[in-house]
């Protein structure tokens, strides 16, 4: 790795990258169209750097309901609804990974259990996770990983994406983190009415929440959240819609004019040198 490269922390959520109220089933215009617009970034600025995350959509978070599996420590009582969550995701995983290495953005994935111990709380980082990541920039590679059920001995739970962004986020000098959504950005209203919140802070943050189906994650009220918290470790945070073209291409090449909800940084973010 050289020095003073940009590090960029890219949130594909469920709703975009599945039809979110059809069980198992991927949006595949909206992934291809998504990693066409991240292998152009790549292509036009050599000195980025993106680490990639993506939600579970109608395939993790449809059996996750199902089966009763949330993001709260609960004893496990179902066999298969562990295994058939974590088979979902592992299956959208696949398909993602198949879209992105055709646009020729050609990852690595890295399972939430080699990022965390997960006895910390809040949930950060290990070394071993840090190296791990490092190993895949010196490799060529755009880590990526997802949200995932992990298990604490007779225990089970969700570790979200969003999570997941955050402890990176406080590992990692990130640049830019941008949750990539179905919609503009974020509404003031779950009814997704009116113009977006172009500027988001937390004097004007009252936004109603989620009522989206299969979401076990908390909704868009926690992905605010956890973008303020990212934002005060440096690095300014997008909500983006990765339905329309060109629409995360844009955060890339000139954040000012994208039509997207900000938070601004409350520091400025290191480079990433390796």
Do not use: W
Not at 138 to 145: E, K, Y
Not at 150 to 162: M, R
Not at 202 to 227: A, H, L, M, P, Y
Not at 254 to 259: A, F, L, T
Request: glycine share 10%; with cysteine; hydrophobic share 40%.
């Amino acid at each position: 790795m050289g020095k003073n490269e940009k590090l960029v922390l890219v949130k594909l959520g469920g709703s975009v990258i599945t039809n979110k109220d059809k069980p198992l089933s991927p949006n595949l215009r909206n992934i291809g169209n998504i990693s066409k617009q991240l292998a152009r970034a790549l292509k036009e600025d050599k000195t980025l750097r993106l680490v990639l995350i993506h939600g579970g959509g109608s395939f993790g978070h449809y059996y996750a309901k199902k089966f009763g599996l949330g993001t709260r420590i609960t004893q496990s009582t179902s066999p298969e609804g562990l295994a058939r969550t974590s088979m979902a995701m592992i299956e959208l995983h696949s398909i993602l990974l198949k879209e992105l290495c055709r646009a020729g953005v050609y990852c690595g994935t890295i399972l939430p259990i080699e990022l965390f111990s997960m006895l910390d709380n809040p949930i950060l980082i290990t070394e071993s996770g840090r190296r791990r990541v490092d190993s895949l920039f010196d490799n060529g590679l755009v880590p990526i990983t997802f949200g995932f059920v992990n298990l604490e001995g007779k225990n089970s739970y969700v570790i979200s994406g969003d999570t997941i962004s955050l402890a990176l986020a406080s590992a990692f000098p990130i640049s830019k983190t941008i949750f990539v959504m179905d919609v503009d950005g974020v509404f003031p209203s779950s009814k997704l009415k009116g113009a977006i919140v172009k500027d988001l802070a937390r004097e004007n943050f009252s936004i109603e929440g989620s009522g989206q189906k299969f979401d076990v994650t908390g909704g868009i009220k926690s992905k605010i959240s956890t973008g303020f918290e990212i934002a005060d470790r440096g690095s300014d945070v997008y909500f983006v819609n990765g339905a329309k073209p060109s629409r995360l291409l844009r955060v890339f090449q000139d954040s000012n004019r994208v039509v997207a909800t900000r938070i601004y940084s409350t520091k400025k973010s290191a480079s990433y040198s390796g």
